[in-house]
């Protein structure tokens, strides 16, 4: 279905108090000021069947219509799913998701990243946010030592948070138009075929997570250094992924600088995948990206608890978590509250989760 011409989104006053874009550039059916009246009419339609099951939170507009995209505007299966969503927001880690953001200490990121880095870095030429994960050189019995799979679930789950707020609310005021989605990069670098049922078990894994709780959020991926035969594991891969999804997931080789750097500009992209950027004490650590600049940043909601803000100006500490300036330091938040050391004997934890949505 074509999109109709762009337009504001209708927004609902008691819900939405949004303070970037709200038109996306993506000029596609169903997306925020690309909907069709009949669209409009369902969101309407779901807000007010989840006010009646006796929900108040995350029912504005931007939130309802990524969960009615994910379920193709069926009203019912977009209620079953925002309901699963909520209950698991309230449950997880037996203290919720947004506390669990406000607390979590990921201390070990540093040692856990010279085995897995997984870290965000600047934006691709539409805006978006890079994600990067590096799996060549997964030790399993390694991290074991340092964290557990508990542990770097929990990450994984807070890193979500982040990326919805602040980091695509300050890359959409920079960019001047709604970004709602990332453009990751997966690299499988010095993965051998003999990995190669735990890749794609990682990715089986954290499907889970990311399609039932963070619907719409990945605008591309970059499977970069695939390993021969990797194209048929990825088929294997694609059924846990929604066809729409798999359409955004480009797998390949070692010849990828040219595409990649297509949609990422050299300066942003790191210098050992073909860019020209350097930061200072590496690219892994630096969460260099517009959610640091203090033009663009604004502290996040999940920040504020009882309506009382926490403080967030604490100093960010090298590789201590993702941080933002200011203010609007998410990991301040998430990495200021000690949350304490990896239990001793923590569990092997299972395969590293990369961030598809």
């Known amino acids: 279905m074509a999109a109709p011409a762009a337009r504001e989104v209708p927004l609902d006053p008691k819900y939405d108090d ?209 390993p021969w035969g990797f194209s048929g594991i990825f088929s294997v891969v694609k059924k846990w992924l929604d066809p729409v999804t798999s359409a955004k997931i480009h797998v390949l080789g070692s010849g990828y600088e040219k595409e990649l750097l297509a949609q990422i500009p050299a300066e942003n992209l790191p210098k050992q995948f073909g860019g020209k950027c350097e930061c200072e004490g590496g690219c892994q650590l630096s969460d260099a990206g517009p959610w640091w600049d203090s033009e663009w940043v604004k502290e996040p909601k999940w920040a504020k608890k009882n309506d009382v803000a926490i403080d967030n100006t604490v100093p960010p500490v090298q590789g201590g978590g993702v941080q933002a300036p200011i203010a609007a330091d998410p990991a301040a938040a998430a990495a200021g509250v000690p949350a304490g050391a990896p239990p001793q004997g923590a569990p092997q934890p299972a395969a590293p989760q990369p961030h598809v949505a």
């Open 18 to 226: 949004y303070d970037y874009p709200t038109v996306s550039p993506t000029a596609q059916s169903g997306h925020p000021g690309h909907t069709t009246p009949e669209q409009d009419a369902q969101i309407f339609q779901l807000r007010s069947v989840l006010e009646q099951a006796g929900y108040s939170k995350n029912l504005d507009t931007l939130t309802l219509l990524r969960f009615l995209r994910a379920r193709k505007f069926n009203v019912e299966l977009a209620k079953k799913m925002f309901i699963d969503s909520e209950k698991w927001r309230a449950e997880y880690a037996d203290v919720g998701v947004e506390e669990l953001v406000r607390t979590f200490n990921y201390k070990e990121r540093p040692e856990v990243f010279k085995y897995y880095p997984q870290y965000y870095h600047k934006t691709d030429k539409d805006g978006r946010p890079v994600y990067i994960e590096q799996l060549g050189n997964v030790d399993l019995t390694a991290l074991g030592k340092i964290t557990s799979q508990e542990r770097m679930v929990q990450n994984l789950v807070c890193e979500y948070e982040k990326m919805a707020d602040p980091r695509l609310p300050a890359c959409s005021r920079k960019s001047g138009y709604l970004l709602e989605t990332s453009c990751s990069i997966l690299d499988l670098k010095g993965v051998g075929i003999s990995k190669a049922t735990s890749v794609y078990g990682y990715l089986g894994a954290v499907s889970a997570i990311s399609q039932n709780y963070y619907p719409e959020r990945l605008g591309k991926m970059y499977v970069i250094n695939a």
